[in-house]
């Protein structure tokens, strides 16, 4: 992995700023339906939570999280770049976003991930999240962060 990419939190400034950069991270993926609004919504803690991988400026992948309940960070978005997918930054990232939530206080992080999804899935099993449930179209995970 280069050591030119960074991590560091996302603020919605920043956000707003390149807003249109953040959607094209996921362009290659089918049924993406996150546009501007989805990514400006304030929702509790979202900008205290919520990271972005850069390289040279460039946002090549993200995690967009937001405090669900006093316990439990909730993972909405999490994407990395097509051309930057399997060099590790998609588990990088993710364990820096489970440290950022340890860091304010969440014992446990939830997600939902599509149910058709298995490379997804097998990723969030790998790093501890466990099937708790289905939501429509979706499985719903869970991991305990303590």
Request: hydrophobic share 45%.
């Amino acid at each position: 992995m280069s050591e030119d990419i960074v991590i560091r939190p996302l603020h919605r400034d920043q956000l707003a700023a390149c807003v249109d950069q953040f959607i094209t991270v996921a362009r290659d993926v089918p049924g993406e339906y996150w546009v501007a609004k989805h990514f400006l919504l304030d929702l509790p803690e979202k900008w205290l939570l919520s990271l972005a991988a850069w390289l040279a400026e460039q946002p090549i992948g993200y995690a967009m999280l937001s405090r669900r309940s006093a316990d439990t960070a909730h993972l909405h978005h999490f994407m990395v770049a097509v051309d930057q997918r399997g060099r590790g930054l998609g588990a990088r990232l993710l364990a820096a976003a489970i440290e950022r939530c340890r860091k304010h206080h969440c014992t446990e992080m939830s997600l939902k991930v599509d149910a058709g999804n298995t490379d997804a899935q097998r990723f969030y099993r790998q790093h501890g999240f466990e099937f708790t449930g289905v939501d429509g179209n979706y499985w719903t995970m869970r991991r305990r962060l303590i």
